[in-house]
């Protein structure tokens, strides 16, 4: 299955923590717990915004965390985007493994490590994009027609 008006349009969604990183630009605060205090308001303050626009956005979980691709040895941060509809709240979750296997190697599935908390492998999981996880997510929110009907479309195939 090949998805590339989705491909291209995910790149295109605003990152919230990229636009509260420019909100917060020369503020100032004496006291971390204040300052962490202004950055929630100024997050719930964007997505606000971001809804009022009719703006689907994306935010990153763990961006410390890292991974490797087996296809290609690059190694990512972060593990996982977060898609969210600020008008009705759907969110969906892809790790970034799978979203660079989506994004840089037009794949819609990719396996993973399954780990246990002592960082021990434990075998394999297979993760893949569901065309309507993407489109539940999208739908109502400012995302191309076009992108949505291939969403649409592809949501009878399998990966």
């Known amino acids: 299955m090949d998805l590339p008006l989705t491909r291209r349009f995910i790149g295109s969604i605003p990152h919230l923590g990229s636009l509260v990183s420019i909100a917060a630009q020369g503020m100032a605060s004496p006291h ?13 303050s964007q997505a606000a915004d971001l809804g009022n626009f009719q703006l ?13 691709c087996p296809e290609c040895g690059v190694e990512g941060k972060g593990l996982a985007w977060e ?4 008008l009705t ?7 970034s493994l799978l979203m660079h296997a989506f994004l840089v190697h037009d794949r819609m599935e990719t396996e993973d490590d399954l780990m246990t908390v002592d960082n021990v492998p434990r075998g394999k999981r297979k993760l893949i994009i569901q065309p309507r996880d993407l ?19 592809a949501q009878g195939e399998t990966p």
């Open 83 to 86: 898609f969210t509809n600020p």
């Open 32 to 44: 971390p717990h204040e300052h962490w205090g202004a950055i929630g308001e100024i997050a719930r």
């Open 135 to 153: 489109y539940h997510v999208m739908r109502g929110t400012d995302v191309p027609s076009d992108v949505l009907e291939e969403l649409e479309k």
């Open 56 to 68: 689907l956005y994306r935010i990153d979980l763990r961006p410390s965390e890292t991974f490797r």
């Open 89 to 95: 709240g759907v969110r969906a979750r892809f790790s």
